[in-house]
């Protein structure tokens, strides 16, 4: 099982999840997801998840200026994204009770 | 970039990393400036802190700014640019460079793998490739001297050897040297063709020039500069008017037989006559008298006062009859401007020198006895009538 193919369908959940407990930049994101125990996130594939959700308009964005370097884009959880949030998390708690049901059953022959 | 700058937000942004994000716009060139902004905007210093925290390669870390780029509009619901590309041309190029470069890269590792002394041809062929750009650089400089030449080859030599150490060692970009390996290829495949088609075309120009002194009266190949008749019983014809088989008379041009000689080069046949006002004149009547020694040897051969008679053909006992179409050429007078085409009137005794009886002996002259003037007969003229 490629781990990359199963972030890429979580990564909305993960990136809401990780921008609903704090406001953050790009890189930020990536290095809080990484923490938590996704390694094999995408770099590219978190800014453009950002990028979508902002368009979508679950996210708020606002840059910080730099006095001596490029300005940095932060970006926050609005309602909509909350909404999107719970929502999401609805799904993932089903999928998973789902497999893990399977996968008990299967352990258990 | 000071390692004092690590602070949230505020980063001097190296220009690898600059570099990088560049590339990554230039992939997102086909979408609207404003997205384009947006979507970048906190990139350079988002990858600078990375950058600066891993101390790796951003390609390594992040792959290609292609690959990026493809990977940023995947997830952000973008279109990719292929389908979004109108033009296509710069991605397509640019694909298909890597395709060429990546093949090429396998053949070559093949052939390495497979000859590893190919390896040690390197050196000759980066002296080879710099021997075709100085001598290009030389056909082109034409005017430059030889020494200046010699320089610039040996210059181009040094130079192509230079590139092939630097590109060998990575340090630059393959696909300008692969573009100036194949303008030199290309530039010596022209020139190549050039020389062959000029060289093909040069031939005729050599034949024109040999046609070119046809004005001339020919005997065997070689000009004619002189005539001398003998008569059936061998005996020397101190004057005779010839005329060809349309009735010309067969005059020998001073000029013309000079310049027509002297195309040739050939400085033992100089045929020029002239009067005694030292002017080129046209003979008509034969032998020729020259400036000087009356008989010399012309071409090694002192025409003799006889030589021996001819056999005497049982068809023609009688050259001298006259034929039936013997009217054609009637008058020998008749200013005909024959062979030479130039000027001067033939039938004037221009040259005093020439002997008395010429006109006498040649009053009528047989149509047929003046068969063409290349049948080198050198026999008497035993009047090779048609039978």
New interface residues.
């Given amino acids: 099982m490629d781990p990359t193919q199963l972030v890429k369908g979580v990564l909305d959940l993960a990136v809401l999840a990780v921008i609903a407990r704090e406001d953050g930049y790009g890189y930020d994101v990536v290095r809080r997801l990484r923490a938590a125990g996704l390694e094999d996130v995408g770099d590219a594939s978190v800014y453009g998840t950002l990028r979508r959700l902002y368009s979508a308009g679950a996210l708020t964005s606002y840059v910080v200026a730099s006095e001596e370097g490029p300005h940095r884009k932060y970006y926050g959880i609005n309602a909509e994204g909350r909404h999107v949030l719970a929502t999401q998390h609805k799904t993932w708690t089903g999928f998973v009770a789902a497999m893990d049901g399977l996968l008990s059953e299967a352990g258990a022959q | 970039m000071s390692e004092s700058?690590t602070v949230?937000?505020?980063?001097?942004?190296p220009a690898r990393v600059r570099s990088y994000v560049a590339q990554v716009r230039a992939e997102l060139a086909d979408l609207p400036a404003e997205e384009v902004e947006?979507?970048t905007?906190?990139?350079?210093?988002?990858?600078?802190?990375?950058a600066a925290e891993s101390g790796a390669d951003l390609r390594i870390?992040?792959?290609t700014p292609q690959?990026?780029?493809?990977?940023?509009?995947?997830?952000?619901?973008?279109p990719s640019r292929a389908s979004r590309d109108q033009a296509g041309l710069g991605r397509w190029a640019r694909e298909h460079a890597g395709a060429v470069r990546d093949a090429a890269a396998g053949t070559g590792a093949q052939l390495l793998s497979g000859a590893p002394w190919l390896r040690e041809l390197r050196g000759a062929w980066w002296v080879a490739r710099g021997l075709a750009a100085g001598a290009y650089l030389a056909l082109v400089l034409s005017w430059f001297p030889a020494t200046a030449k010699v320089i610039i080859v040996g210059l181009a030599i040094g130079a192509s050897v230079m590139l092939g150490l630097r590109t060998a060692s990575g340090r630059l970009r393959w696909w300008p040297v692969a573009l100036l390996n194949v303008t030199l290829a290309v530039v010596a495949l022209v020139l190549g063709l050039r020389a062959l088609t000029t060289e093909r075309t040069a031939a005729p120009e050599v034949a024109t020039i040999s046609k070119v002194p046809a004005e001339g009266l020919y005997n065997g190949g070689a000009l004619v500069g002189n005539l001398y008749a003998y008569d059936a019983q061998g005996r020397r014809i101190e004057s005779v008017r010839l005329f060809d088989q349309r009735g010309h008379q067969v005059v020998i041009n001073g000029t013309e037989a000079e310049e027509s000689v002297g195309s040739y080069g050939d400085s033992t046949t100089t045929t020029t006559f002239y009067d005694e006002n030292g002017e080129p004149r046209t003979v008509d009547s034969f032998p020729a008298a020259w400036i000087g020694p009356a008989w010399g040897p012309i071409l090694g051969w002192t025409p003799p006062v006889s030589i021996i008679p001819a056999t005497p053909s049982p068809t023609d006992s009688s050259p001298t009859a006259p034929s039936p179409a013997n009217s054609t050429p009637t008058a020998p007078t008749s200013d005909d401007q024959t062979n030479g085409g130039s000027a001067s009137s033939t039938s004037a005794p221009t040259s005093a020198s020439n002997s008395k009886t010429s006109r006498a002996s040649s009053g009528t002259p047989s149509r047929s006895s003046s068969s063409g003037t290349d049948t080198s007969t050198d026999a008497a003229p035993t009047s090779t009538s048609t039978k």
């Fill in positions: 700058t949230m937000g505020t980063q001097a942004t947006e979507i905007l906190g990139m350079e210093a988002d990858l600078a802190e990375l870390r992040l792959g690959a990026y780029a493809a990977e940023l509009r995947a997830a952000a619901g973008l």
